[in-house]
């Protein structure tokens, strides 16, 4: 037995005292309450009773990353099957996969079996150490066992043989089973593609590539910059490293991608046939506009002003196409348009890169636009809210949410489709005020009632929402827009609408849709669809012809992390209170001058703007002169870049009197040109990035004589197409005028390092990585080295058979916790004392004190006598008896020779003195 809190078994003794001191009381009742006295305080001290034999918990670890073998997640179910057959009483077996991260794909069980793997994970890498300390995570403290590693060896990250020491510490021993691809008797890699750092247009420079062959070989070699073929034919590749020199010149500014493909037959290993380099080709920095009207006002503004202009339409940007770009002007845009992954990288470049965004009003842009609770929205200087004070109308709606079985596969992240979903809805019925009615359902094969149409007034059952459930099956579409023409109609509100969210490959049995949707268009009734998928998708065609027929909009997301910021844009949309569409005309406000020289009087009239909110510390050079004040020209300085918001349309239907302002063009370029300001001086401060394998390598040099700053600079790494989140790391000093910071790359892609330097902001040239680590050239036999060695830390071994695993692993003392049992006893033990003492026992024996003859004495009579004022002793085994009666009716009886022990009878006493009796 032992005791969680033994020092409370101290309170023994204060407790007994009081107890012996002032809870006497003669009989059973005395040892009753020692008992409970004793319960009490052994509850308190948390006693377990301990079990030696409580037996083990294995945890199995699974690489699910790409070097592994096609059957690799098949021969691990076999494993971790043969492990669940052998599983003694208290035996538990858990599983985890790893990639980059590890996912737990079943918690320690004893009866259970595994189902499969079923979580995400990104294989791009194989990251050893976090696998086993997810391993030691998911065993409890106070249980024993063993980790079975299921890996090909190809470890990346840091050395797993860390993690396996933390576990050796527990008693915990990691056994290994080495699975890996055959050994291929030729391999043909790429082992990089060095490229200078950065170059001027129309400069020509040198490229190498290195090609490692194991053997003598014929191959083909491919070489593309920016997707364009440069070279292409046949090399002889000899056994060992090849250099391959290759000469380019590049005419314009910007980033440059070139590819490197080598081709041979034979070739065992295709993953590492690619090799990467990207090129920073200097010049001034340019303004990206994206806009649907290359040849707009906009567009010809900043051409006629000088700058470095660039026009595409809307596209997925990436921190690659950012670099050299000062700033980002977005032409009422849609954040649809843009994408997740964009709108990610958009907001590192203005954060941590300090460029600049120029952002313009419009139908599409703000929060009609879907820029609410998007990553861009924080960068803002107004923020995006809905205002009460500023709705129209009272609306309804019907909120149907796909709840199939495709609702319960998690993203990356580790959320549910189905919580993404639930967090959208829940953001979207936030925005409803209290004259609003809405319903929500659940749809798979069947409709599921989370609330039917109810008042916003009268409270929501939001919890229910966020928690959301998967079903079966695929959605019945046709059913679910039933059941929202059957909540809707309920409803006499003005605006009425039925929002449908649905898988869009998984959308089933669509019925008399139409008919549905007709009746509904006759009641004015307007529906919207919002498809997670893409718009290739085998069910996008009818998503699209329900939005269609019912008069409402269609979203596609392909990244269900936009759920949440897609829900909130269509309830904007149908509540119609973020955009005013009447003319407003404007008055200057004191920052105008940040943006030039600007005239302050003979403003035009616009025809109409997004109604916004003016941020905490952001500053207003326009706004309007209505009931609403609103700003329509604000700025802020933002992290370590710039942002303007133009909530005026420059464009388009509610320009207005704006086209024609003399002043439009110097005031465009005002705003573009303060953004491009947020960087900062560089100084001669140089920046440099080196890749050796996957270990990134980045310098600060400080030009001789220049003032050192008073605070480290710190790196930050921003990963190319915006999936990943920055990576902040302190620098450290390696000389007087230098400073370096080192990151292991989790796997390929194009990360751009960011040197922080106090207001200054230094981008130092990108790197690439084309390939996972573990597919750099080598044999199976360095990952059975890695393996072997991390088993060693903690006395593991090779396991070619699962037999003995169970019982090589040592047995867990199991606790049973006997405070509850405790309690229990002492609440009987008191009901027990409680019974005896009023049933079953007399009253409670006081000592009795003798008084003295001049406290009872009454004047003219005579003294009481001695004998006459003792108690008299009760008889041995009887009660308390009385005192007997004084001869003298006057003669006076002392309260402290009565042994009363309940106040009945002490009155009575007390009755008896005054009446002399």
């Known amino acids: 037995m032992s005791f969680s809190l033994p020092q409370a078994l101290v309170l023994l003794v204060p407790l007994g005292l009081f107890l012996w001191k002032r809870g006497q009381r003669p009989g059973p009742p005395m040892a009753l309450r020692w008992a409970l006295l004793l319960l009490v305080v052994g509850a308190l001290a948390g006693p377990e009773w301990v079990l030696r034999h409580a037996g083990s918990d294995v945890v199995v670890v699974v690489d699910r990353s790409r070097s592994m073998p096609a059957d690799a997640g098949r021969v691990a179910s076999e494993l971790v099957g043969l492990l669940e057959t052998q599983r003694r009483p208290g035996d538990r077996v858990g599983v985890i996969s790893f990639g980059r991260e590890a996912r737990v794909e079943q918690p320690l069980s004893e009866a259970g079996r595994f189902g499969g793997f079923t979580r995400p994970v990104d294989a791009e890498a194989s990251d050893l150490s976090v696998a086993l300390d997810a391993a030691g995570a998911l065993i409890p403290p106070g249980r024993t066992g063993r980790v079975l590693v299921v890996s090909d060896g190809r470890a990346t990250g840091a050395d797993a043989r860390g993690a396996a020491r933390r576990l050796a510490a527990r008693g915990i021993a990691v056994d290994f089973r080495h699975v890996a691809r055959e050994d291929s008797p030729l391999d043909l890699a790429v082992l990089s593609l060095d490229v200078p750092a950065a170059v001027r247009a129309h400069e020509p420079f040198q490229m190498t590539g290195v090609v490692v062959a194991s053997a003598p070989v014929t191959g083909t070699v491919l070489l593309e910059r920016n997707g364009r073929v440069l070279v292409k034919g046949p090399f002889e590749f000899q056994s060992g490293p090849n250099l391959l020199p290759f000469r380019d010149l590049v005419e314009e500014p910007g980033l440059v991608a070139y590819r490197l493909t080598v081709e041979a037959p034979g070739d065992g290993v295709v993953e590492n046939d690619v090799g990467q380099g990207v090129l920073r080709v200097e010049g001034p920095p340019r303004v990206l506009l994206l806009t649907a009207q290359p040849e707009g006002t906009l567009a010809k503004a900043l051409r006629s002003a000088g700058l470095l202009l660039e026009v595409r ?397 008073g605070a480290l600079p710190s790196l930050v790494l921003l990963p190319g197409d915006g999936r990943g989140s920055p990576v902040e790391l302190p620098m450290r000093w390696e000389d007087e005028d230098r400073v370096a910071a080192e990151y292991t790359l989790p796997g390929s892609g194009t990360w751009h390092p960011v040197v922080k330097l106090g207001a200054r902001v230094l981008r130092a040239p990108p790197v690439t990585l084309p390939y996972a680590p573990e597919f750099e050239p080598g044999s199976p036999r360095e990952g059975l080295e890695v393996l072997r060695g991390v088993a060693a830390v903690g006395g593991g071994l090779e396991r070619l058979s699962m037999t003995g695993l169970f019982s090589d692993a040592p047995e867990s003392e199991g606790r049973v916790a006997l405070a509850p049992w405790l309690v229990g006893l002492a609440v009987a033990v008191l009901l027990a004392e409680v019974a005896v003492r009023r049933f079953l026992s007399g009253p409670r024996l006081r000592r009795a004190v003798a008084a003295s003859p001049a406290a009872v004495a009454v004047p003219g009579m005579p003294a009481p006598s001695a004998a006459s004022a003792s108690p008299v002793k009760p008889e041995s085994g009887a009660g308390p008896s009385l005192e007997a009666p004084a001869a003298a009716p006057q003669e006076a009886k002392p309260r402290e020779e009565r042994g009363v022990d309940s106040a009945l009878e002490a009155a009575r006493e007390r009755a008896r003195r005054r009446l002399g009796r």
């Open 313 to 709: 339409a809307p596209f997925a940007l990436t921190l690659d196409d950012l670099d050299g770009v000062g700033t980002v002007v977005l032409e009422n845009v849609d954040a649809n348009q843009l994408g997740e992954p964009a709108l990610r990288s958009l907001a590192s470049y203005v954060e941590q890169a300090g460029g600049g965004l120029v952002m313009t009003g419009g139908r599409s842009s703000f929060g009609e636009g879907g820029y609410r609770r998007s990553p861009v929205e924080p960068l803002l200087p107004v923020s995006l809210e809905m205002r009460e004070e500023q709705r129209r109308m009272a609306l309804a709606m019907s909120v149907l949410m796909d709840c199939s079985c495709s609702m319960g596969a998690t993203v990356p992240d580790g959320r549910t489709k189905m919580e993404l979903a639930a967090e959208g809805v829940v953001g979207a019925l936030t925005l409803l005020n209290e004259k609003d009615e809405v319903s929500v359902h659940m749809v798979d094969t069947a409709v599921h009632e989370i609330f039917p149409m109810s008042p916003v007034e009268n409270g929501l059952p939001l919890d229910e929402v966020s928690r959301g459930f998967s079903g079966g099956g695929g959605i019945y579409v046709g059913e679910a827009l039933r059941e929202g023409r059957k909540q809707i109609l309920r409803s006499d509100k003005t605006t009425r609408h039925v929002l449908l969210f649905s898988d869009a490959a998984d959308s089933e049995e669509p019925a008399d849709y139409m008919k549905t949707l007709a009746e509904l268009q006759s009641q004015k009734v307007t529906v919207s669809v919002i498809g997670l998928g893409s718009e290739k998708d085998s069910d996008a065609a009818l998503l699209k012809e329900i939005a269609t027929r019912g008069g409402g909009r269609i979203y596609f997301a392909e990244d269900a992390t936009s759920l949440p910021r897609i829900f909130s844009q269509e309830t904007i949309a149908v509540a119609r209170a973020t955009f005013v569409d009447e003319p407003s005309s404007l008055e200057a406000a004191p920052d105008l001058p940040l943006l030039g020289k600007l005239p302050a009087l003979g403003l035009p009239q616009v025809g109409g703007y997004n109604l916004t909110y003016l941020r905490p510390r952001a500053s207003v050079a326009l706004r309007t002169l209505d009931d609403n004040a609103a700003p329509v020209l604000a700025l802020w300085p933002r992290g370590s870049g710039r942002v303007v918001a133009l909530m005026a349309e420059v464009d388009g239907e509610f320009t207005g009197e704006l086209r024609t302002w003399s002043g439009l063009r110097a005031a465009l370029e005002g705003m573009v040109r303060w953004s491009m300001g947020g960087a900062g001086e560089a100084g001669e401060a140089v920046a440099r990035s080196e890749r050796r394998g996957n270990l990134l390598r980045v310098t600060l040099d400080f030009a001789p004589g220049e003032a050192l700053p």
